[in-house]
Structures are given as structure tokens and as C-alpha cells.
């Protein structure tokens, strides 16, 4: 990072949260609306503020996106042709509740977390405005220093996390526009729990289901009814114990035929993550973990598909005692999914694996509720070591490499609609509470994250 642009970043801290405190405050919830018109606008005036040429309000049949581009400057690139970043984010953010916030979620708070660090408090500070707004600083940083060295494409968009319903659409009628990169970079996510960076090269997908059984038309008393009456719990308990077998393979046809092998290369950095078992043992209160295909814990969590159930619901779970025959039994259910392996298909096969193992006394119907596909870009990539050296020179801590991310994101549809290989950097603490009460980014991690911005536009 050159000498004058990190100068920058630092005398200009104190305006960069007051922007980035102002973002925060603007409530943006996806699910229910709140706040994202207002917060588009904030979203292009601050893109143009920080030096984009141009940022773009996309309408989508959901809400908007934004996509804005940063020309690179002539005298930074001395004549030659600019290479290109594309870089995701998104500015909507979950809803608040509960209601258990120290501070007020859309009222940005600055104080000590319980390791002493000086952190962010606010909805949308991690996840992830506080992110993306890292890379609107260092385009600023170096276009009032010593040029921008690299054509930066931003697209922002506002339904990340209700599933990004639209996003496949705004990317393909967009195409012009967003291709010709030399990566998709994304920021999202915390740092490894060792508090160390860590560079992700790609995200597992996932297939979100629900099955509904119906039986009885109301709840009946389970002494007059039971035994002659179908119970719809039972029939759906048949169908969800059909669906592993004994070691915790999934039992379901073909599920696994996709499932990219491990290279030599993968099992290489599965080798040098740092993993301490007995550790995540005694912080999750088990003494084991979970059967299932993969030799290692880390294997099993990045390079193994699963089939988790999230909530299982029938009948009376209220105190005490209630002796009811329930009328329906209800199940949902996600399952993460790993390259290459297409959640279409997935859920073909686990339909019909779910109605072949139907008894046909109650009605079975599956829903699917949401998908993601998966990506892998290859450790082999060449991107893969100026990223690398980014994020080496940015964090005081050396970057993991990691084949994936074990939880989902929306990078597939960069890879399949634009080629461009994909990698994700997260810039937020590793606790940051995303999702939860008291959501928060440590100023450190900041900091860290527009340096490693600065120092991926010059290495590129």
C-alpha cells in the first residue's frame, strides 16, 4: 500500500465514519421494505462522493440495485490497458429483533467489546455496509493520492438477505456492463475464529425445503381417535429418518454424483487450517461430532454436501400435557451443497425420495422455499496469490487459505453468467454478531479491510 494513500486513509478516519455512521443509521430491511428507498439514494450519493464516475439505480420485481463504476486513472496506469475488479455487496440488512440491543440498532454506537477493542455497534455494521463501504474508501484514498490504478465495477444489491431472488436477472440484463473483469471480489462474512484473515475461494450452495403432511382435518383427541386415525407426525417422522442412512450418508438418490473430488492441492490447505476439535467441542457442549461421509471435521464442513434439519413442528410442545392426535406435521429443512452440484437436481431427487417413502395415509406435498448455487473457484487459479499477498500486507496476521466458504453466498452467478472466478475476503471480526442483537465491526478490522481494498486495486 503506497505510503501516501495509507496517510490518507488515516487523516481522513474521523469523515469516513461519519459516512459510514450515516449509512448505518438508514435502516434498509429487505424483508419488509423499511428504509430501502431512502437508502438507495444514500447508497448512489456516497459512491459518487467517494470518487465512482457513475452510480446506476437498477429496478428489479424485489428491491433495487445499484451499480456503480470507478474509471482507473490515466496516470496510474501509464498508457497501458486498466484491468477491471468486479466487486459484490449488499445494503439491505435483517431485521432488528429481538429486541435485546445494548444501543439502539439504527443509532450507530461506538464502545469497547468484551476483548477491548473499540467496535461499531449498529445493525448492518458487519453485514455489510460496514464492508462494502471499505471499498468506497480506498477508491477515494487512491484517487486523491496516486491515482486509481484499476477499473473498479460496484454492484450493491438490496436482497441479499431475504435470498437474492433477483439477482441471477439484474446480473444477466446487466452483462455489458459487469464483464470483462479479471475477478468478482466479494467481502462478507467474519474472519476465521483463530482471529486470523482468511481468503475464501468459493461458497457452498444451498436447497431450502419444506414438507407439509396432512392427516385429519383438526386436532382429535387422542384416546376417541388414536390407533384407526393416521397420525401425520409419525408418517412425517417415517420420511425424515428415510433420509440418512446408518453411517449419516444422505439416503437419497444420487445426491452425492456431483460432488467435486478432493485435489491434492484442496487437501494441502485442509492440512495447514487451523482446527482445534477439542476446543469447538467444549464451546458447543458435545462430546462428538456427527457421522457422515468426509475423514475430518473441516472436510465434512466444506467439501461434503448436508441435509440439516432446521425445525420440526407437530401437535402440542407447550408445558405439561396434552393428549392430541395432531391434524398436520410440518418440516423444514436446509441443505448445504457443494460444486458441483446443481440444487435443481437436488431437489428433483429429494422430492421423489420423499414420496416414494410415503405410506399414502396422510398427504405429503414438498415446497421448495429458496436455493443458491454453489461455486469453487480451483486453489490453482492464478488470481489466487496477488489476493493472497493483498490480504498478507493488509491484516498483521497471514491469511488462511480456504477452498470455500461453509455457509452460502450469491457468487455462483458471477462465475456462470460473467466467467469470472470468484473469491471472497471477509473484513469483519469474528465476532460480529451478524444476524443477532448487538451486531457489530471492530474498528481494527476496518481499518484492515480498506487497506486490503487499497492494496488488491494496486497489485491487480
Not at 433495487?64 to 496506469?77: F, H, T
Not at 440488512?93 to 473499540?118: K, N, S, Y
Not at 473469491?423 to 481499518?447: I, K, Q
Request: aromatic residues 6%; hydrophobic residues 35%.
Amino acid at each position: 500500500m503506497s505510503g501516501a494513500a495509507e496517510q490518507y486513509v488515516d487523516d481522513h478516519e474521523d469523515e469516513q465514519l461519519e459516512d459510514l455512521f450515516s449509512l448505518l443509521a438508514q435502516p434498509s430491511i429487505s424483508a419488509t421494505g423499511e428504509g430501502v428507498a431512502d437508502c438507495v439514494e444514500l447508497v448512489q450519493s456516497l459512491c459518487r462522493t467517494y470518487g465512482f464516475d457513475d452510480a446506476m439505480r437498477v429496478e428489479t420485481a424485489g428491491q433495487p440495485a445499484v451499480i456503480a463504476r470507478a474509471d482507473a486513472d490515466e496516470e496510474a496506469v501509464e498508457g497501458e490497458e486498466a484491468s477491471t475488479v468486479f466487486v459484490y455487496g449488499h445494503y439491505d440488512v435483517q431485521p432488528a429483533d429481538p429486541d435485546e440491543w445494548t444501543t439502539p440498532p439504527f443509532e450507530p454506537t461506538i464502545r469497547e467489546g468484551p476483548d477491548g477493542r473499540e467496535r461499531i455497534y449498529a445493525r448492518g455494521a458487519g453485514d455489510n455496509k460496514g464492508q462494502w463501504f471499505a471499498h468506497l474508501c480506498a477508491v477515494r484514498a487512491l484517487r486523491e493520492t496516486t491515482g486509481l490504478p484499476i477499473n473498479v465495477t460496484l454492484l450493491l444489491e438490496g436482497e441479499e438477505e431475504s435470498g437474492s431472488p433477483n439477482l441471477d436477472d439484474v446480473v444477466r440484463e446487466y452483462a455489458d456492463v459487469l464483464s470483462g473483469a479479471d475477478l468478482a471480489f466479494v467481502a462478507d462474512g467474519p474472519i476465521d475464529a483463530s482471529g486470523r484473515p482468511h481468503v475464501l475461494m468459493g461458497a457452498r450452495g444451498m436447497q431450502y425445503v419444506q414438507i407439509d403432511v396432512t392427516g385429519p382435518n383438526r386436532d382429535l383427541h387422542s384416546g376417541n381417535y388414536g390407533g384407526p386415525v393416521p397420525n401425520p407426525a409419525w408418517e412425517l417422522v417415517r420420511i425424515v429418518a428415510s433420509l440418512k442412512d446408518e453411517s449419516g450418508r444422505v439416503a437419497v438418490d444420487g445426491f452425492y454424483d456431483d460432488v467435486r473430488p478432493i485435489e491434492a492441492e484442496d487437501r494441502e490447505a485442509l492440512d495447514a487450517m487451523p482446527f482445534d476439535a477439542e476446543a469447538i467441542k467444549a464451546d458447543l457442549g458435545i462430546d462428538r461430532f456427527a457421522e457422515g461421509p468426509g475423514d475430518s471435521y473441516l472436510e465434512k464442513l466444506l467439501y461434503y454436501p448436508t441435509c440439516n434439519i432446521c425445525g420440526l413442528s407437530s401437535g402440542y410442545g407447550g408445558e405439561g400435557s396434552k393428549t392430541v392426535l395432531p391434524s398436520t406435521a410440518t418440516l423444514k429443512m436446509d441443505m448445504r451443497l457443494v460444486a458441483d452440484q446443481d440444487p435443481d437436481a437436488i431437489y428433483d431427487a429429494f422430492e421423489e425420495h420423499v414420496h416414494e417413502h410415503a405410506t399414502g395415509v396422510c398427504d405429503v406435498a414438498v415446497t421448495k422455499m429458496g436455493q443458491m448455487h454453489p461455486q469453487r473457484t480451483p486453489l490453482s487459479h492464478p488470481i489466487r496469490e496477488p489476493v493472497m499477498e493483498a490480504v498478507a500486507a493488509a491484516w498483521p496476521t497471514e491469511p488462511i487459505l480456504k477452498p470455500t466458504l461453509g455457509g452460502s453466498l450469491p457468487t455462483a452467478v458471477f462465475e456462470r453468467e460473467l466467467g469470472l472466478p470468484c473469491v471472497t475476503v471477509p473484513y469483519a471480526n469474528e465476532d460480529e454478531n451478524n444476524h443477532s442483537p448487538d451486531e457489530n465491526l471492530a474498528l481494527s478490522c476496518f481499518r484492515s479491510g480498506i487497506r486490503t481494498s487499497v492494496e488488491l486495486f494496486e497489485t491487480l
